[in-house]
């Protein structure tokens, strides 16, 4: 809810604070760029938390910043700048499809945001996968005698 909240205020707030600012372009940019960043390293931490506790597995070994939630947020962030600069400037979604146009910008906007977040994790398992170190519960066992079946064939 916190994040919610910050993020609203970030995407809503902001730019209403900045417009009564005597600020020249320059300040103005540098607050949006500011606040692109928080917004990142707000889903940074949330896409390491769901890959963190999301998996059911016995004891998920934690790291700050995965591989895949990096690469997520970063794909996230070029994606949705892309696409909003897609739809600003080249997309006629409301003449094509009157007025479910906006519901089709949504849709596409959270499709492109599930593929992102599901290719982090498949990045972070994959990734896994190829490891010589045993992430086997119990004690640790070379390879061929873990009892898990891609432990035991790791190819990393």
Known sequence: MLAVA??????????VAVGYLPLETVGSIAVRIVSW??????????LSAVYRFGPSRAQPRWRWVTPGSLVAAVLWGAGSLAF?????????????????????ILLIGLYLSAFVILLGAELN????????????????????????????????
Do not use: C, K
Request: glycine share 14%; charged share 20%.
């Open 6 to 15: 910050i993020g609203l205020g970030v995407i809503v707030v902001l730019p």
């Open 37 to 46: 960043a928080v917004l990142l390293g707000l889903l940074l931490l949330g």
């Open 84 to 104: 909003s600069w897609d739809v600003a400037n080249f997309a006629s979604y409301n003449e094509t499809h009157g007025v479910l146009g906006g519901v089709i």
């Open 125 to 156: 398992a994959e990734l896994e996968l190829q490891t010589r170190r045993d992430t086997t519960t119990g004690e640790s066992r070379p390879m061929g005698r873990r009892h898990a079946s891609v432990a035991d064939h790791a190819r990393g």
